[in-house]
């Protein structure tokens, strides 16, 4: 599985940004895709997650402010946010999950969203 993202860049506090993440390869694989998170000096975080089934899951600070969403026609999945803050400032990373691992094996390059305040 290969995972592409984009859409990442650079916006004043309060605005929004739509990240995209298109898979390719071995979609059968994979039962869930996420966006994670990385802030510099801290840990990798998983912002948000939506299965196979449609089911989705987001980190508490971004509820109500992000919604992850995924086009199956195109294997694409979105995560739209808004109400962006200085603190999401951090490099984004998309991943999918193995259906037989059920953890998080592929990964696309991270792309970098920078809130201003």
């Known amino acids: 599985v290969q995972l592409q993202a984009s859409g990442g860049g650079l916006v004043q506090a309060g605005g929004s940004l739509r990240l995209s993440c298109a898979a390719s390869?071995?979609?059968?694989?994979?039962?869930?895709m996420g966006w994670y998170r990385q802030a510099p000096g801290k840990q990798r975080e998983l912002v948000a997650r939506i299965t196979s089934g449609g089911s989705t899951n987001y980190l508490d600070s971004v509820k109500g402010r992000f919604t992850i969403s995924r086009d199956n026609a195109k294997n694409t999945v979105y995560l739209q946010m808004n109400s962006l803050k200085p603190e999401d400032t951090a490099v984004y990373y998309c991943?999918?999950?193995?259906?037989?691992?059920?953890?998080?094996?592929?990964w696309g390059q991270g792309t970098q969203v920078t809130v201003s305040s």
């Open positions: 390869g071995s979609i059968f694989s994979i039962n869930a």
């Open positions: 991943a999918a999950r193995g259906a037989v691992t059920r953890s998080y094996d592929y």
